[in-house]
């Protein structure tokens, strides 16, 4: 364009863009001219609305705009502390076999500097025909139960570029054997560089549960649609879309494949009569390669931090519940072993008519004991006021012990004509049974010792006395009253 048209064409714009600015410059003198006409309550009421409009409105155009926080992995801690945490659980009597193994192969993975890809989904999406279709050579056995793999089987795959990588074929989840095949695929997945997570059509709520699962755990995803030739391509496009929605801030890239495998159709003969053919689809897979090869560019070393994380993180879970499996262990061999001194010092000596926990000693050392397995610092004073709340509980909910132990008692035939001595003996097994679950299980959820909390578990024991419970205690108190026949 020569010089002369541009001029002009930079006049004419510079002439609009006048023109719009002194009409809204006799706009908004019409507009104030009207907003002094008006009565001066409606002046201040429209003054602070658009006030308050013109405040709030940049926030909201920057929560609006703002970008998106990268979604937080799952914490997990530093070998050095975790392993002495296992260390702790082994001197305890835990077997720990299983989580010293797999810090072995978290070692032993990075000292192969390969990079380890695992593909995860449910039953019946083709990850196993997919295996194939990725690495040719590799062969997997079927199984007519619902999904083809019933172990992790890992194979070596090649990548456009030449790297090679060792694709890890996992079961399936909702597996016809249960949860013992999802937790080896799901051990995998977190061992792995990268997942790939296969579906056949959009995500249902548990397949969503599964990829923000492994988001939280920050592993490398893509997700990939398999099957995709049973769709057209405007079905396939929606379909993407949605997957895209479903899995944003999760996966790295979603793509759509066809895995190939075999496929059987009928076939009409020259005689009239139909042939039942089987034949192997061609794969299509080039999107997934070329995905595959951006997610795993940064090689073993590059990926490896965030692999480290992912399987420390899943040691911290499985820990954390050993630990809490631990705990619960010792608690009962602690509460246990005070119901039955409790019981051995109500057959010493039982006044009609007592306080219910004149052992105020045992119920102190109780508390102490369990506060100290759960890591709980407690006062004097702490213990004093729990101990005497417990009695004021009891002493109001006497009669309802009692009659608890006594209809228990009339279960076992020479034990509730025994008299009174052994009904207060099963009556005060009840009551440290009952306290000690309810002091336990009040620590353990609340990390500190809570009156009010311990309190209403204790009356909410008391109340509820299960024939499992009664029949354990009571076999306690005939033990107690048997071993003091033989003693005297």
Known sequence: MSRRPRLLLAALAIAALLWLLFAAAERALALAQRFLQLPSWLQWTLGIAIGLFALAGPGVLWWLLRPRRKRRAVPAPDRGSLEQR??????????????????????????????????????????????????PHALAASDVRGGTTRQVTHVDGLLPDGRTLVLA????????????????????????????????????????EEVRWLGDFGKPLLLVLNKADQWSGAE???????????????????VAVSAGGSERYQRALADGGIEQVERQRKPAIEPLLKALM???SAGAEGLEQQREHAVLAGLHEKVGTLEAQTRSAEAERIVRKYA??????????????SD????????????????????????????EDFVRQAKL?????????????????KAFPGLGTL????????????????????????????????????????????????????RQLATLTMDALRERDEGG
Do not use: W
Not at 169 to 184: C, I, K, M, N, Y
């Open 294 to 296: 951006r997610l795993t």
């Open 356 to 383: 219910l926990v004149i052992q105020g000693a045992l119920a102190t050392a109780l508390t102490r004991e369990l506060a100290e397995l759960y890591g709980v610092r407690v006062s004097e004073l702490q213990v």
């Open 236 to 254: 396939l496009d929606l379909l993407l879309q949605r997957l895209r929605k479903q899995t944003r801030e999760i996966a790295a890239n979603v």
């Open 86 to 135: 296992i260390d702790q659980l082994q001197t305890r009597g835990t077997n720990t076999g299983a989580l010293g193994a797999e810090l072995g192969e978290l070692d032993r993975r990075r000292a192969t500097a390969r990079v380890y890809v695992a593909l995860f989904g449910e039953i019946s999406t083709g990850k196993s025909t997919l295996i194939r279709a990725l690495a």
């Open 393 to 409: 509980t009891l002493r109001t909910g006497s009669s309802i012990v009692l009659a608890i132990a006594g209809n228990a008692l």
């Open 419 to 470: 008299g009174g001595g052994v009904l207060h003996a099963f009556a005060y097994a009840l009551i440290f049974d009952s306290m000690g679950r309810a002091l336990a299980a009040s620590l353990a959820e609340r990390k500190a010792l809570d009156q009010d909390d311990a309190g209403a578990r204790l009356k909410a024991l008391l109340a509820d006395a299960g024939s499992t419970r009664v």
């Open 340 to 353: 039955r001194r409790a019981v051995v010092g109500a057959l010493a000596a039982v006044a009609p008519g």
């Open 169 to 208: 074929d996992v079961p399936g989840s909702r597996e016809a054997d249960g949860d013992a095949h999802e937790t080896l695929a799901r051990e995998e997945a977190l061992r792995a560089h990268a997942v790939i997570y296969v579906c056949a059509g959009e995500l249902t709520r548990s397949q969503a």
